[in-house]
């Protein structure tokens, strides 16, 4: 270990800064977050810098004097003669000193650092790659939410209240293991703080300070591309105890679920539902009842005809707690990685959503409003009545060559884009063989698509693209 990794506190204390420019101001402003007083010594400065607040600036070269109190220094000036003196004269008065770029004129390094204060996790190279660290503080920003700060602000506010009800140390361990990855942390991360409180203070008070409360977290799990999941999807599924999920949730995504989570498929295909939707309710009642912390992955968004305020509804019946996650719904995904926005000034002003089979199985929707002129109508679940659905579009006023787009599998590397008009769809998608999951986009912006594509997958090149 070349580096001692300590943590320094500079409330309220002088450090200095040698230099005037970006990289000085970027230091800066870190000390700043820090509660530093600074001093600030270049021959000019930037604008930037003089606008920082609580620093000194001293227009000219730096004199040794100025390190006079200091608790640190840094260095950041493009003078080769100015950075070694700044070095020579801090190691001398034993003052920690940092040149930027120069590793062997340090005595410590600055880390790139994520702030979830007061959790912080700085991390460094030791001056080898900044960019390497730069580039792993950012996946960590994915693994570590703003509101964790919240959490570890919470967990600091009832340490010594758990630490006189839970005596041994082993215990009380497990009761903070069980607190960060249960229910009472899900509230605070969802901004419940005084629902977490009564949870905590309910599960002290009953003596059993090792139990869990189930949960139900109802999830979107996007169109199919595992990296459209927002990063609390992510988290809840990589924390869950069993995972519930069907048809449309693709496989990339489910494998990124807890290694160790019991994984239920309930199927949900047209008409071929491994498991009914009474039973899946009943299922996630269950569960949570045994304990458990269940994740519903639903594919898009589970509020966009994905028949998750049905299951919502059921566990609040039975008192579950529950959370929903939005997800990114088929419509935007979908249309997105095909090409083909769903407004835009000179083709569409309105989008309109609707499902292509109802309860019952039929298709009686309302034709007159769908037909109108400059729309965008995306169909869910269209595939099995495209026939109809062009129809009827045509009977209720739409003309016949209305560009017409169906997009098979979205957003993946098995994504296929059939385009065509009303009058032309249905056929070209019986010959291609077209399977669901599928989404039908009727409008104008369709004739976008040859202009706008983007997202080539490897799999499928369609000549039936360019009809």
């Known amino acids: 270990m070349d580096y001692l990794p300590i943590f320094i506190s500079i409330k309220n204390r002088l450090c200095l800064v040698v230099g005037g420019g970006e990289v000085a101001h970027r230091k800066a402003s870190v000390l700043l977050d820090a509660g530093a007083a600074i001093k600030a010594v270049a021959p000019e400065f930037s604008a930037a810098f003089t606008g920082l607040p609580r620093v000194e600036c001293i227009t000219g070269r730096f004199q040794p004097n100025y390190l006079d109190g200091a608790a640190l220094v840094i260095a950041a000036t493009d003078d080769s003669a100015v950075n070694l003196e700044v070095s020579r004269e801090a190691r001398t008065r034993n003052i920690p000193v940092n040149v ?13 650092i994520l702030d979830r204060s007061p959790l912080i996790v700085a991390f460094s190279s030791g001056g080898a790659s900044p960019v390497l660290a730069r580039m792993l503080r950012g996946k960590l920003e994915t693994m570590i939410p703003h509101s964790y700060g919240r959490l570890a602000t919470f967990c600091a506010r009832f340490r010594a209240t758990v630490k006189e009800r839970v005596s041994k140390p082993a215990q009380r361990r497990k009761f903070w293991e069980n607190l960060l990855e249960g229910g009472i942390a899900e509230k605070v991360l969802a901004g419940d703080e005084k629902g977490a409180e009564i949870l905590l203070r309910n599960q002290l008070e009953s003596n059993n300070a090792e139990e869990q409360d189930g949960e139900v977290y109802l999830v979107g799990a996007g169109p199919g591309d595992p990296d459209l999941l927002t990063f609390r999807a992510l988290r809840l599924m990589q924390k869950a105890d069993v995972v519930v999920y069907d048809n449309l949730v693709s496989k990339p995504i489910v494998e990124m679920t807890r290694r160790d989570a019991t994984r239920i498929f309930v199927g949900k295909k047209r008409a071929d539902h491994t498991m009914p939707q009474e039973e899946i309710n009943e299922l996630l009642v269950r569960l949570a009842k045994e304990g458990k912390r269940v994740v519903r992955l639903k594919g898009g968004d589970p509020f966009i005809f994905g028949r998750g305020g049905e299951e919502i509804e059921t566990l609040a019946e039975h ?17 997105a990685y095909a090409g083909i926005p769903l407004t835009h000034r000179d083709h569409a002003q309105s989008c309109i959503f609707v499902t292509g089979h109802l309860k019952d199985g039929s298709m009686n929707l309302d034709w007159n409003a769908l037909a109108r002129p400059r729309q965008t109508i995306v169909i869910y679940m269209g595939l099995h009545g495209l026939e109809t659905v062009c129809a009827k579009l045509v009977e209720h006023g739409m003309p016949e060559n209305t560009p017409t787009a169906i997009v098979q599998q979205g957003t993946t590397q098995n994504q296929r884009v059939i385009t065509g008009t009303l009058a032309t769809l249905p056929g070209i998608a019986q010959v291609e063989k077209l399977q669901a999951p599928t989404l039908i986009i009727v409008g104008g912006v369709v004739t976008l698509r040859e202009k706008l594509s983007w997202f080539y997958p490897e799999k499928h090149v369609m000549p039936s693209e360019k009809r």
């Open 100 to 112: 930027v770029d120069k590793p062997d004129l340090c005595t410590f390094i600055m880390p790139s």
């Open 319 to 335: 008192g579950i707690p529950f959370q929903v996650v939005p997800g990114i719904t088929a419509a935007s995904g979908v249309s």
